[in-house]
């Protein structure tokens, strides 16, 4: 079923391209004469609840615009694969690391009520992240209690807990999350692997995350922003922040549920974004995505050399992408999504 300005009409599947046609044109004429388009979203995401978009509006057209848009790409426009797990270039690139071996790290913020998913997250991430490789656990939690009972590791596997000071609320989690970053990396994390992964705990595992992941700095797609036209993304507009992103800016929305790479990639990237937030902090601005806007300004001006396809962060919406495998899902917001409500 179908609603147009008529009322509701069962359309056939030639009618509906052709609907899907015309819509895609009147977005393009908009941003050819210099409008931008609003673009109404029904998500529990924080950014979309920040910008005040609410849950009751529909929208329907852009979700069949995106539904007749899927694609599953292996490249993006400047090069970068963009990895699908199954595919065959992702076989090689887990052949081409496995050969070698490598030491990579996955790192995780654990404070006040998330600490109920540490179980979960590490229980999964033994089955499925980076099967037969080295990898060390950090996670960086005001409460080590939070880790009882402890994780019977497998070989080659470790757990390492940083205590960092009580961060109650949300929004102040997201802010000093950056600086928290770069001081884990700095010390031990530097010395310790070669590869660190960021990660938001709320997540769990349900297929293999392997060597087709790794690069030298790794950004994931947004499962419900992708295939969406360039203005549906929420970049932050305002002039005045240091994460603002100018119109003609941007290739893909990425999700801040995980990120990474080398480690000294990691560490630039954690310095930067924090030196911007803190700049930002300092005048009274407010980023409407939070960390999420400073990663994405990051990654505009710094390209990822490898970037996830949405099978590596996903969670039930309406508007998540549709993907062959999901890999990685998050329990926080699928379950925002289903009880509907915000964190």
Not at 76 to 103: E, Y
Request: aromatic share 10%; charged share 20%; with cysteine.
């Amino acid at each position: 079923m179908f609603f147009l300005h008529t009322g509701p009409v069962r359309l056939t599947r030639i009618q509906l391209i052709l609907y899907c046609l015309l819509l895609m044109c009147f977005v393009s004429l908009d941003f050819l004469h210099g409008r931008k388009t609003t673009i109404s979203v029904k998500s529990p995401h924080p950014i979309f609840h920040a910008m005040g978009i609410e849950r009751e509006r529909v929208m329907t057209d852009m979700m069949v615009v995106k539904a007749a848009a899927q694609q599953t790409p292996l490249e993006t426009p400047w090069g970068a694969p963009l990895v699908w797990g199954d595919t065959r270039n992702s076989a090689w690139r887990r052949d081409k690391f496995a050969q070698r071996g490598i030491h990579a790290g996955l790192l995780a913020l654990v404070v006040g009520t998330y600490a109920k998913f540490v179980q979960r997250f590490l229980s999964s991430a033994e089955t499925y992240f980076l099967p037969g490789q080295m990898v060390t656990y950090y996670i960086l939690t005001d409460n080590p209690r939070s880790l009882d009972p402890p994780i019977k590791l497998g070989p080659k596997r470790q757990l390492k807990v940083v205590t960092v000071a009580e961060l109650p609320g949300w929004e102040r989690l997201a802010y000093r999350r950056m600086v928290l970053l770069a001081d884990a990396i700095r010390d031990p994390i530097s010395n310790e692997v070669e590869y660190i992964f960021c990660a938001d705990i709320d997540q769990e595992f349900v297929a293999p995350v392997g060597e087709e992941i790794l690069g030298d700095l790794v950004a994931t797609l947004h499962p419900e922003l992708y295939g969406m036209p360039r203005n549906a993304f929420p970049y932050e507009a305002e002039e005045v922040s240091s994460a603002c992103v100018e119109e003609d800016e941007g290739d893909y929305y990425y999700t801040s549920e995980l990120y990474g790479g080398l480690v000294s990639e990691m560490y630039r990237l954690a310095r930067v974004c924090s030196v911007l937030i803190l700049q930002d902090q300092a005048n009274s601005v407010v980023a409407r995505g939070l960390e999420e806007s400073y990663l994405n300004r990051y990654l505009i001006d710094h390209r990822p050399t490898c970037v996830l396809s949405p099978e590596y962060s996903w969670w039930d919406s309406a508007l998540a992408a549709e993907v062959p495998v999901q890999r990685l899902v998050s329990l926080g917001r699928q379950f925002n999504s289903v009880n509907g409500h915000f964190p």
